[in-house]
């Protein structure tokens, strides 16, 4: 009961600031859950568009959150096995539109990557980067939240889905605040 409490008070307290609008991006479920535990996969569910520092510290005072199982490096810990239904199908060269929700500003910088989800390790060079990202000294560029990727010929290793996904990643050192989102695709 206490702990329910708890997340209601972070939900309520946590202004969320950015994720992937389109294609559909990862979101929390039951497999999410079994490996991060309930209060952060509560706070993801109820704030989808949350940092990994906040996710961290919520975890640190619940006793089934792991970090060494569930790494919110990763997507946020969000779990492929919730999200089999979005699926999408790329192939070499394919030109695909992202689109981003920022909820509110913090200066720093954000590329867009393919991303082996085994080793947590980036397996193509950036596909875009922006040094100077959500910047609180001017507005948004139209095109850090609208662009487009191209997707380069990851055959080999992403043929499987759930192997690789293609990870926005926003991190903000001015405010200590990294924010991911994650699409799930297989190229065959
Ligand atoms: C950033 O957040 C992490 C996770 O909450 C924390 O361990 C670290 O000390 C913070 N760093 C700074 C510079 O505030
Ligand atoms: C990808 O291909 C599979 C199998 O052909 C299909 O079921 C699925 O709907 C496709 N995904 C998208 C996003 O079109
Ligand atoms: C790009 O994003 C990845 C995470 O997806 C991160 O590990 C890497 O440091 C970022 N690259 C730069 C230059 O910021
Ligand atoms: C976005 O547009 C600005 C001009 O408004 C340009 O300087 C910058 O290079 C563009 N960034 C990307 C990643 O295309
Ligand atoms: C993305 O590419 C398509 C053509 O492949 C183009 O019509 C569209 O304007 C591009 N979008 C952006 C935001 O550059």
Same mark, same amino acid.
């Given at each position: 009961? !206490?702990?329910? /409490?708890?997340? #209601? =008070?972070?939900? +309520? #307290?946590?202004?969320? !600031? ?5 294609? @559909? ?18 706070? #993801? %569910? ?10 961290? %510290? ?19 810990? #969000? ?11 790329? +192939? ?12 509110? &500003? !913090? @200066? ?14 980036? /397996?193509? &060079? ?15 560029? &139209? ?7 191209? /997707? ?10 759930? =192997? ?13 605040? +990294? ?10």
């Amino acid at each position: 009961m !206490h702990s329910q /409490i708890l997340s #209601l =008070a972070f939900a +309520t #307290l946590a202004v969320g !600031h950015g994720i992937i609008t389109s294609p @559909t991006a990862r979101s929390a479920g039951a497999a999410m859950e079994a490996v991060c535990g309930q209060q952060v996969t509560n706070n #993801l %569910q109820s704030n989808e568009y949350g940092d990994i520092q906040q996710l961290i %510290q919520i975890g640190s005072s619940q006793q089934d959150f792991d970090p060494a199982s569930c790494d919110v490096s990763l997507c946020k810990g #969000l779990q492929f096995d919730d999200n089999t239904a979005n699926i999408q199908n790329f +192939t070499a060269g394919q030109v695909v539109p992202i689109k981003i929700d920022l909820q509110a &500003k !913090h @200066t720093g910088t954000a590329n867009v990557s393919i991303v082996d989800t085994a080793s947590n390790t980036m /397996i193509s &060079k950036q596909l875009i980067y922006f040094p100077v990202y959500a910047s609180t000294a001017t507005d948004i560029p &139209k095109n850090q939240t609208q662009f487009n990727i191209t /997707i380069p010929d990851v055959s080999s290793q992403c043929n499987t889905a759930g =192997a690789c996904v293609v990870q926005w990643w926003w991190d903000s050192r001015e405010s200590n605040q +990294t924010y991911m989102s994650c699409i799930d695709f297989s190229m065959t």
